[in-house]
C-alpha cells in the first residue's frame, strides 16, 4: 500500500474554496486515490475517489496530474460543517483492507 | 450505502475484563474490517474478518488479545480481551461495499478502561 503525505492541518473561511494536497510518490498503476471526511465521534465517511485527470461529485473534486504522484481534494465554497478530518488513501480500489495515513485537520472560520 | 449498527456505543470497563463489541451491516458482505482510533489521532487497522475463515491480523495485534467472530455475512464481533487503560479507545468496524468498494463505518464504541 502506497503512503500518502498530507498537511497536518489547515485553516480557512467561509465561503472560500479549500484545496488539501496529498502526495503518493509510490502509487502503483492499478492504484485508485479515495479521499474520507470524519467528523467528531463519527467514523470516516467516503467523499470521492479518482484514478486520473478530474473527478467531481456533489460534495468535491478531484484533481489528479498526469503523474499521479499527487492528488488534490476540492471543496468549493466551504462552510463551517466542512470543519473535519480529510484523509487520502491509496489502493487497488479492491474490497481489500485500507491503511489510514495522519489525515488534515481543517478548520473553517467564520 | 451500507447501514451499519454497532452495540455498545460506549462503556466503561474495570482493568482485567474483556468487553464484546458487535457490529451489524444490513446487507451481505463479504469483508468487515476492525480499527481502533485514539483521541485525535488517525485510525489504525486492527483486523480484517472474513466470513467462513480466521480474521488476518496486522502488526501489533494479536487473536488472545482482540478475539473475532464472523459467524455470517451481516454480523461480527470484536473482544477486547484482559482489558488495561492503554486500550481505552474508539473501536470501530467498516465494510467494503458499493461501486467504488468505498468503506463504510459504525458509529464506533467509546471504550474507557480504569
Known amino acids: 500500500l502506497a503512503k500518502t503525505t498530507q498537511p497536518i492541518s489547515m485553516d480557512s473561511y467561509e465561503g472560500q474554496e479549500v484545496n488539501i494536497t496529498c502526495s503518493h510518490n509510490n502509487i502503483a498503476t492499478n492504484d485508485y486515490i479515495t479521499w474520507y471526511q470524519q467528523f467528531p465521534s463519527q467514523g470516516p465517511r467516503f467523499i470521492i475517489q479518482?484514478?486520473?485527470t478530474k473527478v467531481t461529485n456533489e460534495v468535491a473534486s478531484l484533481f489528479i496530474p498526469a503523474d499521479r504522484k499527487s492528488s488534490t481534494l476540492s471543496l468549493p465554497r466551504v462552510s463551517l460543517s466542512d470543519t473535519a478530518v480529510y484523509y487520502c488513501l491509496v489502493g487497488d480500489g479492491s474490497a481489500s483492507k485500507i491503511i489510514f495515513g495522519s489525515g488534515t485537520r481543517l478548520s473553517i472560520r467564520p | 450505502s451500507a447501514v451499519i449498527s454497532q452495540k455498545p456505543s460506549r462503556d466503561i470497563c474495570q482493568r482485567g475484563t474483556s468487553l464484546t463489541i458487535q457490529c451489524q451491516v444490513d446487507?451481505?458482505?463479504?469483508?468487515m474490517f476492525w480499527y481502533r482510533q485514539q483521541p485525535g489521532q488517525s485510525l489504525t487497522l486492527i483486523a480484517t474478518a472474513n466470513q467462513g475463515s480466521e480474521a488476518t491480523y496486522e502488526s501489533g495485534f494479536v487473536i488472545d488479545k482482540f478475539p473475532i467472530s464472523r459467524p455470517n455475512l451481516t454480523f461480527s464481533t470484536l473482544t477486547v480481551s484482559n482489558m488495561s487503560p492503554e486500550d481505552s479507545s474508539i473501536y470501530l468496524c467498516?465494510?467494503?461495499?458499493?461501486?467504488?468498494?468505498?468503506?463504510?463505518f459504525g458509529p464506533g464504541t467509546r471504550l474507557t478502561v480504569l
Open positions: 467498516s465494510v467494503s461495499y458499493g461501486r467504488y468498494n468505498e468503506q463504510f
Open positions: 479518482g484514478y486520473k
Open positions: 446487507s451481505q458482505v463479504t469483508m
